[in-house]
């Protein structure tokens, strides 16, 4: 039997530029229901219900919602808070007292714990209430899922970053390294690879998290390359760890930034680049390095969007509410490849996904875990979306040198 009362929406951890696309398909779509009596948006997640900080969405314009859904970022705003029982206590007093019996809320792994923390307290409590974790993660570590909401549009930033960066370390050589967002998982990092058109460009070398990083090996491979073809381009993954499994960047921070989930706060303080570029220098006496950290850029960049992503972040959100209304289960949401290319959604037991990390599989990765594999290629090429542009280079024959000849 349909359950009947307010739905209440909420966005958790990190934004992206298609988490909107979730938060409308979830209005949009509980509005036709009539069960529902009300949608609410919880504004900065759980801490927003806590306090009962709710939007009334039922009365948000249909035109509007659709102008937020293509406006990246959280337009609810979002937290990092991890509820406890004593938490989960509070907000069943909020859900009880405002009648809520569907609860969406859109994240990653730590988000599908809480939510999965939540359906547990509401069945202790004896409240009726559907919970459904909403896929979202420019990380893609989210575990059953092919790949993840957010992760296609941050992955075309980094490839179109990438692509730049080659004609620019082209144009006068050097070295340039580019630290890229990922804690665990390197599929962020990786995706760089796609900027390889002619067989000179770079990125030459992909460290990533699943591979442990060896500073000698890292050395060895940036001088061949940078011997035989003038330049270098190194993408890294902020999570590279060393043979022991401790990052790179937890080695060089006096004072480490822990967040509400226990994670180490790696992005942002630019020391991995900083370290790596000056060894550089000073092991193989290389004058021309540089290096950037692409800290929050890749999350909510305007105007690059992959338009795959944005139409699975409106499916999701939607294929949420009509699991919630029609099947009347709680669940992760998850999606599943099933073919070139098209995809299917899924509810999974939270189990399987909550607080778990999925990595980069190993045929992705190269033997010499500095690079990845045709078949990563392959898996990440249609989650860019279309209309992703191509540079070109001059092909015009030299001309002989008379000069030089003559002497």
Not at 41 to 53: F, H, L, P, T, W
Not at 60 to 80: D, G, I, W
Not at 104 to 109: M, Q
Request: glycine letters at 8%.
């Amino acid at each position: 039997m349909a359950l009947v009362g307010k739905v209440l929406v909420a966005q958790g951890g990190g934004p992206t530029a298609v988490i909107n696309q979730s938060l409308a398909g979830i209005v949009l779509e509980a509005r036709k229901f009539r069960q529902v009596t009300k949608v609410y948006g919880a504004v900065k997640g759980v801490r927003g219900i806590v306090n009962e900080d709710f939007l009334d969405l039922t009365k948000e314009t249909t035109h509007n919602l659709e102008q937020v859904a293509v406006t990246p970022s959280s337009a609810l705003l979002s937290t990092r808070e991890k509820p406890d029982s004593r938490y989960c206590h509070e907000i069943f007093k909020v859900l009880k007292a405002h009648n809520i019996r569907y609860f969406f809320y859109i994240g990653g792994n730590d988000s599908a714990e809480t939510v999965r923390i939540v359906n547990e307290e509401a069945e202790i409590a004896g409240h009726d209430l559907r919970a459904i974790h909403v896929p979202k993660t420019i990380d893609n570590d989210l575990m059953v899922n092919d790949h993840t909401p957010g992760y296609g549009s941050a992955a075309r930033f980094v490839t179109q970053a990438f692509m730049g960066i080659n004609l620019d370390v082209r144009s006068l050589s050097g070295v340039y390294i580019g630290v890229v967002m990922g804690r665990n998982a390197g599929f962020l990092a990786a995706a760089s690879a796609i900027a390889q058109k002619y067989p000179a460009d770079g990125p030459h070398l992909i460290y990533l998290p699943e591979r442990k990083f060896v500073i000698d090996d890292f050395l060895s491979d940036v001088k061949e390359i940078y011997d035989r073809l003038g330049m270098c381009i190194v993408a890294v993954s902020e999570g590279i760890q060393d043979s022991d499994g401790k990052p790179i960047a937890t080695m060089l921070c006096k004072e480490l930034e822990v967040d509400d989930h226990g994670n180490v706060q790696l992005a942002g303080t630019g020391i991995l680049g900083d370290l790596l570029s000056q060894t550089i220098k000073d092991k193989l006496k290389i004058s021309r390095v540089r290096s950037d950290t692409f800290g929050y850029l890749q999350r909510s960049f305007v105007g690059c969007v992959s338009d795959v992503d944005q139409h699975e972040a409106r499916e999701v959100g939607e294929r949420a509410v009509q699991m919630a209304m029609w099947d009347n289960r709680d669940g992760s949401v998850t999606i599943h490849r099933t073919g070139y290319y098209s995809v299917d959604y899924q509810l999974t037991p939270f189990e399987e996904v909550a607080a778990k990390t999925k990595l980069m599989p190993d045929e992705f990765i190269n033997a010499a875990g500095n690079h990845v594999t045709d078949a990563f290629k392959f898996y990440v090429r249609p989650l860019l979306g279309s209309g992703l542009q191509s540079p070109s280079q001059l092909r015009a024959p030299r001309v002989a040198k008379l000069m030089m000849e003559s002497k």
